[in-house]
């Protein structure tokens, strides 16, 4: 392993680093006081879930608030646990700010594209989508491009942070073609988007990219 790289493996502990900690407290919280408060909780879940169609009648707050949603018990301790492990390492090597803005903007890039997936699926645009995964697999990617060589315990097993990338989409994938594609697609477009943004593209590179294409097209008519 080259200098300076980092590793998880062994009996180190990753670091509970602050922008972790209040993250996962805020999604623990929200996931237990929706569960908690039974009818008023199911409101308030209805209200800040991620719908596709709801971005036409203004629910914009819901492409960030849906991320602090988790109410699955298992669902919620493997995400809690993969902020925790992978986070933690990126924080340090970002700052809390950088790395709070590379979590969101995953998130909502994940439930952008997937709701421009929705304007070809009445299943997608009308579908509720909850929880981190988005910009948990943002991170993963982010990993892997940031900090290739280091190493994290997969089940128990030592693996480097390159690989973390096809093992995540694959498992993805597996999961979206034995159970159906709807439900984790924002994960998939937030693992894009790590890739993208964590590899250097910024969003705004990509709006001018397209502009310019626009351009290019309308001058070639």
């Given at each position: 392993m080259p200098r300076?790289?980092?590793?998880?493996?062994?009996?180190?502990?990753?670091?509970?680093?602050?922008g972790v900690k209040w993250l996962g407290v805020i999604t623990l919280a929200v996931s237990i006081l929706i569960r908690v408060f039974g009818d008023a909780g199911h409101e308030f879940k209805a209200a800040a879930e991620f719908v596709p169609a709801a971005l036409a009648h203004g629910r914009v707050w819901q492409l960030v608030t849906y991320t602090f949603i988790n109410t699955e018990p298992f669902n919620l301790i493997f995400a809690?646990?993969?902020?925790?492990?992978?986070?933690?390492m990126l924080e340090r090597e970002w700052g809390t700010r950088r790395f709070i803005i590379f979590y969101f903007l995953t998130s909502v890039a994940g439930a952008l594209a997937t709701a421009a997936i929705g304007i070809f699926s009445e299943t997608?645009?009308?579908f509720g989508y909850t929880g981190n995964w988005s910009a948990i697999e943002g991170l993963i990617a982010a990993f892997a491009v940031v900090m290739p060589n280091a190493q994290i315990l997969l089940y128990l097993f030592p693996v480097?942070?390159?690989?973390?990338?096809?093992?995540?989409a694959g498992i993805t994938v597996l999961f979206m073609l034995m159970t159906g594609w709807q439900p984790y697609l924002p994960q998939?477009?937030?693992?894009?988007?790590?890739?993208?943004?964590a590899g250097?593209?910024?969003?705004?590179?990509?709006?001018?990219?397209?502009?310019v294409w626009w351009i290019d097209r309308r001058l070639r008519r």
């Amino acid at each position: 392993m080259p200098r300076g790289q980092p590793t998880m493996s062994g009996f180190g502990v990753p670091p509970l680093t602050r922008g972790v900690k209040w993250l996962g407290v805020i999604t623990l919280a929200v996931s237990i006081l929706i569960r908690v408060f039974g009818d008023a909780g199911h409101e308030f879940k209805a209200a800040a879930e991620f719908v596709p169609a709801a971005l036409a009648h203004g629910r914009v707050w819901q492409l960030v608030t849906y991320t602090f949603i988790n109410t699955e018990p298992f669902n919620l301790i493997f995400a809690l646990l993969g902020l925790w492990m992978i986070g933690g390492m990126l924080e340090r090597e970002w700052g809390t700010r950088r790395f709070i803005i590379f979590y969101f903007l995953t998130s909502v890039a994940g439930a952008l594209a997937t709701a421009a997936i929705g304007i070809f699926s009445e299943t997608v645009a009308h579908f509720g989508y909850t929880g981190n995964w988005s910009a948990i697999e943002g991170l993963i990617a982010a990993f892997a491009v940031v900090m290739p060589n280091a190493q994290i315990l997969l089940y128990l097993f030592p693996v480097q942070a390159k690989w973390m990338l096809p093992i995540s989409a694959g498992i993805t994938v597996l999961f979206m073609l034995m159970t159906g594609w709807q439900p984790y697609l924002p994960q998939l477009f937030g693992l894009g988007a790590g890739v993208l943004f964590a590899g250097g593209v910024s969003p705004g590179n990509v709006f001018l990219r397209a502009k310019v294409w626009w351009i290019d097209r309308r001058l070639r008519r």
